[in-house]
């Protein structure tokens, strides 16, 4: 999130807001459109966290990966802390030198000051070899 061209992949409903340097809050359905040359091989990565300060108005809370459409897995977050998510694309998913959509949807989010919606932070998100 702290790549100088972050805010070129961010469609929607993830922060302006670079925090610490590094991260950026997801809202309710944050969505990432990520250009790929090639698309053979690759896996989608991200590296996020379900904060207490969300946890404790919201209770466990799973995250839904979307790939152009196609739902990659969910992951549940019972407790605070770092998550390394990773897993491969079926290459059907993918075309190559386009563009290619990602949501990290979570089940709920929790409305802080202001009308602010939280739903994780968000780290680090792309497609990598295999």
Not at 16 to 35: D, F, H, M
Not at 118 to 125: D, I, Q, W
Request: hydrophobic content about 45%; aromatic content about 14%.
């Amino acid at each position: 999130m702290n790549d100088p061209y972050a805010e070129t992949y961010i469609f929607k409903d993830i922060s302006k807001v670079l925090e610490a340097g590094s991260w950026r809050w997801a809202g309710k359905r944050p969505e990432l459109r990520i250009y790929l040359d090639d698309v053979r091989g690759l896996k989608f990565t991200a590296d996020f966290a379900v904060p207490q300060a969300v946890l404790s108005h919201t209770g466990p809370v799973t995250i839904s990966f979307f790939v152009n459409g196609n739902l990659l897995d969910k992951v549940r977050c019972d407790t605070a802390g770092d998550r390394h998510f990773e897993k491969p694309v079926p290459e059907a998913w993918l075309r190559p030198r386009w563009v290619a959509n990602v949501v990290m949807a979570p089940d709920k989010t929790w409305v802080g000051d202001y009308g602010v919606v939280h739903g994780f932070v968000l780290t680090r998100v792309g497609f990598a070899a295999m």
